[in-house]
């Protein structure tokens, strides 16, 4: 009797998930007996969705509806027969199979023997008892409503496939229209039915419209869309009115069964006949692009000038060109100017688009170099044009300007850049450019660099005098001469140091007559900008010679530094940026007098490179600056390939203006190179290894692009591969170079170095197959590898430091030397503490501080020393 209580107890707790048990077998079985049923049913209605009866014949339609039936029948029929109804002790059964140790039929049990005993009788209750809260953690059984063994062709899930694509392209409308073809509507099946849709452009993004489901009178649609009708039926019994296509001329009958044209203003579209519809159509209009010119910045000491520019659509512009025309009207037609120019097409330059992101709306720069372009430094007209996919144009309004370009301070070599311009102007003034030739080189004394920059000057002096005798130059000899001419300017503005401080002493003159004069502030900007240019030249020229020094004298000690000024570029930038403060400012005073000590630091200035004044730089610093220099020059190699990349997925007029701009940045990188590639010294006994034919395939790369900053071709694959050939020889030499050797953290930076050759490797042969995407894969592996080699040099240059230091601070403690705290600053005799190094300044600051850190706390673990000490240590500790 208690065994019954347990079982009825338990049961009722367990109603719920016996209940849901029931429910999930009764979904398995019947899925299992009719999933072909509702397979035939979803598939009939997904092809009615689809409109397939309307395109077929009424016996099609009829004969395909008798087979569907006939089908659905017999699966009908023969779930019927294989469907049993399950029963509540199935459910039961299912549920307690789920428990661990069936608890109900274990609750449903008696007591067979041992009934009289106590004992028996007191565990069979304690069994009862647990079997109870066994059963009653039961939960409900999830159905198994795989069909994989019955349906092993997948069938069901062709239907539901069908479903979906009808969900999409069709619409239950299409239904309804079955109905017309039932033995009751033979006139109605026989009648009038269209179809019609409106595609908007695919620029747009806008889905298209299906004209059935549209109930509303008004329709909306962007211009440009096709609107596309299909009329059916008896010919003639409907037709098709509109106002919206504007079409003139002759036109196919209104009633053609099917139409097609485009939607270019708002009106009214109409379907004439039984079953017909009309509506009004409001047009979405398609604005033409806008296009507007800031002001254009100064252009850089090479000549690169930067054209910002805004520009808008309300789809996205397509692309856009720059064209530049001479001013004629502003033109100072004086000297070679005079007579009138030969004719010259306008400059046309593609503008650059945002790879990523909307083209709604964005802001950009044309950057472009125009130093050897006739037009250089002359007034004209920029005029921007941009265009929609539509094919839309949108014009901005025409902006004078002077074409910004490179500028010579050397009075030679702005008189050979005036001569070439002459020549381009008019190839007539090939006589009067031969005379002022002679008169220059007539007394050449204090003009020439050198005797070679003389003997080239007369050289080509006498060509064009040869050659205008006889005749008038031709177009292959006005280009040979006139690149002769700015190959010899180049040479002469880029001279030695003598005249790049004469450049700048002339321009710290012209700039303080200036001032003195009351100029306008448009002058005092423009000389400012040549001071800024001549002191950068003039700073370069200073740190060559630095370097070349140094390699040539390794042995000479360091230069007394005392009386002589430390400055770098960051201290000029910020003297001259007061200046011209003040100049802005109306403090003209103040500003002459702020001129005068900047010329009278630069007499006293020497300018050092890295750690220049310091004495020889160690092995350790200079393969620091060599991978610097490494890591720097892949950097860039990897920007010029993805710049190739960018190229491919552009159109053919925007190349000629990405390809400009590469060629511009590896100009840039030439002077950079130029400038510091003579910093990396060399151990005595290496110089020269690997660096010859390595420099010269650099530069003659560099010498490619800057070549092709007008806008010519870009380097191929093919250039690019060679000088990721050149730059990983380079880095071969330089792992030969290492510090640390022996110790782990030179060993770490070997093998990091070995990482970035093999990716380097990779990238090289990725470039000659063409693959630009897997070869900046590969230089980006390169240079994160790069960069691990320069920590890891870090590391051990450091740990030689701090070796060096302990044996420095021992060796004081032995003679009793003057002696240095943590900190490396001297304590002097008269009590000040100090240091005559700048500790802020260098390439690393943060390694260096942390390796400061990790000596004071080694210092601070070091119990020799004295309490003081370690007390000062510990409080910069607490400091810091």
């Known amino acids: 009797m208690a065994e019954q209580t347990h079982y009825t107890d338990t049961l009722r707790r367990l109603r719920w998930p016996l209940t849901l048990t029931f429910l999930g077998l ?13 397979s035939i049913c979803i598939a009939v209605l997904a092809l009615l969705m689809l409109g397939v009866q309307d395109s077929a014949s009424v016996e099609v339609v009829w004969g395909f509806a008798a087979v569907s039936v006939m089908a659905a029948l017999g699966v009908l029929i023969y779930g019927a027969l294989r469907f049993r109804f399950p029963r509540r002790r199935e459910a039961l059964a299912r549920l307690d199979q789920s428990l661990k140790g069936q608890p109900l039929q274990a609750l449903r049990d008696g007591q067979a023997i041992g009934a009289a005993d106590a004992g028996s009788t007191a565990l069979w209750a304690a069994h009862q008892r647990r079997m109870a809260d066994r059963a009653a953690s039961a939960r409900p059984v999830e ?21 979906m694509v009808a969900l999409l392209f069709g619409s239950f409308w299409r239904v309804g229209s079955v109905g017309g073809m039932t033995p009751g509507s033979a006139n109605a099946a026989a009648g009038p039915s269209w179809e019609g849709w409106v595609a908007p452009p695919a620029y747009t993004g806008l889905p298209t419209i299906y004209l059935s489901d549209i109930r509303d009178e008004t329709l909306t649609a962007p211009e440009g869309a096709l609107v596309t ?88 512009v397509e692309a856009g060109r720059a064209v530049i025309a001479l001013d004629m009207a502003a033109l100072d ?131 064009i005098e040869a050659i205008s005798t006889y005749g008038r130059l031709s177009d292959t000899q006005v280009g040979e001469i006139t690149q002769a001419l700015w190959d010899l300017a180049v040479e002469l503005e880029d001279g030695d140091i003598d005249d790049a401080r004469a450049r700048m002493e002339r321009a710290q003159e012209r700039l303080s007559e200036a001032m003195r004069n009351g100029a306008s502030d448009q002058e005092i900007a423009k000389l400012m900008q040549e001071l800024r240019d001549a002191t950068e030249d003039y700073m370069r020229q200073l740190s060559q010679q630095a370097a070349r020094e140094s390699e040539q004298n390794p042995d000479q000690p360091p230069m007394n530094m005392d009386n002589a000024m430390q400055m770098n570029q960051d201290d000029l930038q910020r003297m001259m940026d007061r200046i011209q403060e003040l100049m802005e400012q109306g403090r003209m005073a103040e500003a002459q007098e702020a001129l005068r000590e900047l010329q009278q630091m630069m007499e006293n200035m020497k300018v050092t490179q890295g750690q220049g004044g310091q004495g020889q730089q160690s092995p350790g610093q200079q393969a620091m600056e060599g991978l610097s220099e490494t890591l720097r020059n892949q950097q860039g190699l990897s920007d010029e390939a993805f710049r190739e990349l960018q190229d491919q997925f552009n159109q053919p007029g925007q190349q000629g203006q990405q390809q400009g701009q590469q060629g511009q940045s590896q100009q840039q990188g030439q002077g950079q190179q130029q400038g510091q590639g003579q910093q990396q010294g060399q151990q005595p006994g290496q110089q020269g290894q690997g660096q010859p034919g390595e420099q010269q395939g650099q530069q003659q790369g560099q010498r490619q692009g800057g070549e092709q900053g007008g806008g010519q071709a870009s380097p191929d694959a093919g250039t690019l591969a060679q000088r990721q050939q050149n730059l990983r020889r380079e880095l071969e030499r330089q792992r030969g170079n290492l510090p640390g050797d022996g110790t782990a953290e030179g060993r770490a930076a070997r093998e990091a170095l070995e990482d970035a050759d093999r990716a380097m490797r990779g990238a090289e042969g990725a470039l000659r197959e063409g693959d630009l995407a897997e070869a900046i894969d590969q230089q980006s592996q390169a240079m994160e590898a790069l960069r691990e080699g320069m920590r890891q040099v870090g590391e051990a240059m450091a740990e030689q430091d701090r070796q060096m230091a302990g044996q420095q601070g021992e060796a004081e403690g032995n003679t009793g030397g003057q002696k240095n705290d943590p900190l490396g600053r001297n304590a002097g005799t008269s009590g000040n503490l100090g240091n005559d190094r700048e500790m802020l300044q260098g390439e690393d600051v943060y390694r260096r501080a942390r390796d400061l850190l990790d000596e004071i706390r080694r210092r601070s673990g070091d119990t020799a020393r004295t309490e003081d000490e370690l007390d000062y240590l510990r409080r910069l500790l607490e400091r810091f």
């Open 333 to 463: 037609r004086r000297y070679g100017l005079t007579i009138e120019p030969e004719p010259r097409d306008p400059i046309e330059v593609a503008l650059p688009m945002p790879i990523s992101g909307s083209r709604t709306e964005f802001n950009e720069a044309l950057i472009e170099n125009f130093s050897q372009h006739p037009w250089a430094n002359m007034p004209v007209k920029v005029k921007l044009t941009v265009e929609d996919s539509r094919g839309q144009t949108g014009h901005s309004e025409d902006f004078a300007m002077i074409l910004d370009a490179r500028r010579f301070f050397d009075p030679v070599a702005a008189a050979l850049i005036e001569m070439r311009r002459d020549l381009l102007w008019n190839r007539d003034n090939a006589a009067r450019t031969a005379q002022v030739m002679r008169a220059i080189t007539w007394s050449p004394e204090g003009l020439f660099s050198s005797e070679t920059s003389y003997l080239r000057a007369r050289a080509l002096m006498r060509r």
């Open 143 to 163: 159905p198994d409503l795989r069909l994989a063994s019955r349906d092993p062709f997948g069938l069901r899930y062709v239907a539901l496939l069908g479903l």
């Open 26 to 38: 009764l979904a398995e079985r019947m899925a299992r007996a009719f999933w072909p049923l509702w």
């Open 229 to 316: 009708l299909r009329l059916y039926g008896p010919e003639g019994r409907l037709s098709v009115a509109e106002s919206v296509s504007g079409r003139i001329g002759e036109l196919p009958p209104a009633t053609s069964a099917a139409q097609e044209f485009s939607v270019m203003q708002a009106g009214d579209l109409s379907i004439d006949g039984p079953g017909g519809q009309a509506w009004q159509v409001a047009l979405i209009p398609d604005a033409a692009p806008e296009v507007d010119i800031e002001a254009p910045g100064e252009a850089t000491v090479d000549g690169q000038i930067s054209i910002p520019f805004s520009a808008r659509d309300d789809y996205g």
